[in-house]
């Protein structure tokens, strides 16, 4: 008989509660602002949503926020399935908040920063493909530039970087071993999920990621990422995509 591969099902979660404020526009947050025709988050979930193994996408945002969400992309919201949760005082809040609604099928939970938009399905699959073998992956970068600890405007250290890496998302862990790391933070506000799951004492593999995916954070940012669009690497097929994916209906 012939032998049924696997698939391990993946969630993914997309904090956008932040309060964004040194995006300094006083129309959009940073997740919500218009880039290449549609909203910063919305391409940051297409990429998920276009991929066989990715059977839920949970945006996270601040309740301040849910009302203007609402009226902006609650029937979208519906149609394409996503589920949106309201967030809580700090990020690790925010993500604890989303746990709590992931499927229970699910076998691996991604986070990826909703302001991350310029992320390759290539990119993806490597790092999703890292934590099925470890339980816990993120992509990063090498640190390239010369790092200077300042303090009041002046140089105190020169920082080797040997070693030093930058970390993005998405970040990835085995269901059970994400739930354990947020269990047991007993309300420490680490800076990125991998950091809970160290603290347990667990190894996350590190996956060499692209400068092209890039964190918006302010508008400059937002222009550069206009142009990392359309750098990045073009999908392979890779499941049934969701019927808007080139709509603009989001505009």
Request: proline share 6%; net charge neutral; aromatic share 8%.
């Amino acid at each position: 008989t012939e032998e049924r591969v696997v698939v391990p099902k993946f969630a993914v979660i997309l904090p956008a509660a932040g309060k964004s404020s040194r995006f300094r526009d006083k129309n959009y947050k940073k997740p919500f602002a218009p880039l290449a025709g549609k909203p910063v988050w919305l391409h940051s979930a297409e990429r998920f949503l276009a991929r066989g193994d990715v059977k839920q996408v949970l945006v996270v945002i601040s309740p301040e926020d849910r009302e203007e969400f609402d009226r902006k992309f609650a029937a979208n919201v519906m149609i394409l399935g996503i589920d949106v949760v309201n967030g809580g005082e700090e990020r690790a809040d925010s993500i604890q908040n989303a746990l709590a609604r992931v499927k229970p099928d699910v076998d691996f939970i991604a986070v990826h920063d909703a302001a991350r938009p310029c992320i390759a399905d290539e990119w993806i699959g490597r790092v999703f493909e890292a934590a099925e073998k470890s339980d816990a992956a993120i992509l990063a970068l090498p640190v390239a530039a010369t790092l200077k600890r300042v303090d009041h405007g002046n140089i105190q250290e020169t920082v080797p970087r040997a070693n030093l890496w930058e970390a993005q998302t998405p970040q990835v862990f085995k269901r059970q071993l994400l739930l354990d790391a947020y269990a047991a933070r007993a309300g420490f506000q680490a800076t990125d999920d991998a950091q809970l799951v160290e603290r347990l004492g667990r190894k996350v593999t590190v996956v060499t990621g692209s400068p092209i995916n890039l964190k918006i954070t302010t508008q400059e940012d937002l222009r550069f990422a206009e142009h990392a669009l359309k750098a990045l690497p073009k999908p392979k097929n890779f499941g049934p995509a969701h019927p808007f994916a080139d709509d603009d209906m989001w505009k």
